[in-house]
């Protein structure tokens, strides 16, 4: 047996030992639910040995999808008290407890991508996704856009927690009322590598904030003071319905109203160019200010 073998079965492995009967979580300890981008990524991985399965992985995700067409970050399929914040904090209103907020929609990337493993056999499922994710990526267009970027209102909604691109919006918020509350991830990473409390306690009070309000979009963009065009969703979304327009034309669907959600979705890329860093850069769009943060997401263009 190669390495390759060897790491290709480790790979398998540990895809196997996360798999709990339809989803996969992340990491077995830390995070014990299903994870939307997590879901969609593992989704390739068993594309790779069990295409069945691949299939059921972003079917399981999309089982959590709002009425609203949302797609939620967190799908709590079975209660663990140990984890914070939990669903009875999120108060998410979808067919399964659940989050209140998404995360970068890679899943129409990561379903072409298993379609063209074997497009016989994916067809029929995927045209039962199609609509589901056009859903997801028209509520991302309803609801998230400024001057075509895509915005996130949580940091946790850019799968970037910590990162500086946040600073300046998370500096005005006064979280008041958060309470106290037990850490999960502090007890299995090394605390130093994770956010400090200064971040945490604003990550609860945008949750509290969305639950007080019922994850109402029109209602949260009232007085919002967290509201953020990020590369990382305006990249990722471009790039997903450049590759759902490819699922929805093998389906032979008219995929006109996905053309022009590319164009405004170009356009809005061009916002997040910073000119002083001569790279994508973040904007709040509440202060008015540019993140200043040369990062991972300046080079998803």
Known sequence: MTSTDMRDEEA????????????TIPTSGLYPYQWNWDSAFAAVGFAEFDIDRAWAEIETLFSGQWDNGMVPHILFHVPDDGYFPNHDVWQ????????????????ATMARMVLEKDTDFGRDRVAELYPKMVAWHRWFM?????HGAVCVTHPWEAGRDNAPDWDAAMAAITPDGVGEYTRRDTTHVDSSMRPTKYDYDRYIWLVQRGARLGWDEAAMLEDTPFRVADPTMTFILLRATRDLITIGEIL???????RRWVTTLAAGAKTLWNPTLACFDGRDVVGGSWAGSISNASFLC
Do not use: C, F, M
């Open 92 to 107: 998410g209103t979808g067919p399964i407890p659940s989050s209140g907020i998404s995360q970068p929609p890679v899943a």
């Open 252 to 258: 032979g669907e008219d995929v006109n109203e996905l």
């Open 142 to 146: 309803d609801w998230r856009l400024d």
């Open 12 to 23: 398998r492995a540990i895809l196997k030992r996360n798999d709990k009967g339809g989803y």
